[in-house]
């Protein structure tokens, strides 16, 4: 059975960066489109970015656009979701999803198979 696990959030400064990552384990990481999103509190889940499965493509929510990358090591069987800049509004629980379906990922958090128990990622003003 395939699992998530998210790793690298914590408490930054806003301006500051991390480096969120998304571990897969029971099965091959380059059979899925990958997502992330994230849930802030009081608020709905909300698309962050998603990527294909070999890299090719990647796709950003444009409250992120300029400011996170996405990107995925399939021999590592691991996603990344390099945060940079972030500000106040950036702080949320931030999940990574895989989907089988679908080669190139999606924007609907629907859309998505797995789901990993997310890491939280707190910006202090």
């Known amino acids: 059975q395939v699992q998530l696990v998210e790793s690298g959030g914590g408490l930054v400064q806003a301006g500051g960066s991390l480096r969120l990552s998304c571990v897969v384990s029971?099965?091959?990481?380059?059979?899925?489109?990958m997502g992330w999103f994230r849930q802030a509190p009081g608020k709905e889940r909300e698309f962050v970015a998603t990527?294909?499965?070999?890299?090719?493509?990647?796709y950003y929510a444009d409250s992120v656009k300029s400011r996170f990358t996405i990107s995925r090591d399939n021999a590592e069987n691991t996603v990344y979701l390099q945060v940079n800049n972030l500000n106040p509004e950036d702080t949320a629980v931030y999940y990574c999803?895989?989907?089988?379906?679908?080669?190139?990922?999606?924007?609907?958090?629907?859309?998505?198979?797995?789901w990993g128990q997310g890491t939280r990622v707190t910006v202090s003003s």
């Open positions: 029971g099965g091959a990481l380059r059979w899925y489109g």
């Open positions: 990527i294909s499965r070999n890299a090719d493509a990647t």
């Open positions: 999803a895989a989907v089988e379906k679908l080669p190139y990922g999606s924007i609907r958090g629907s859309d998505y198979d797995i």
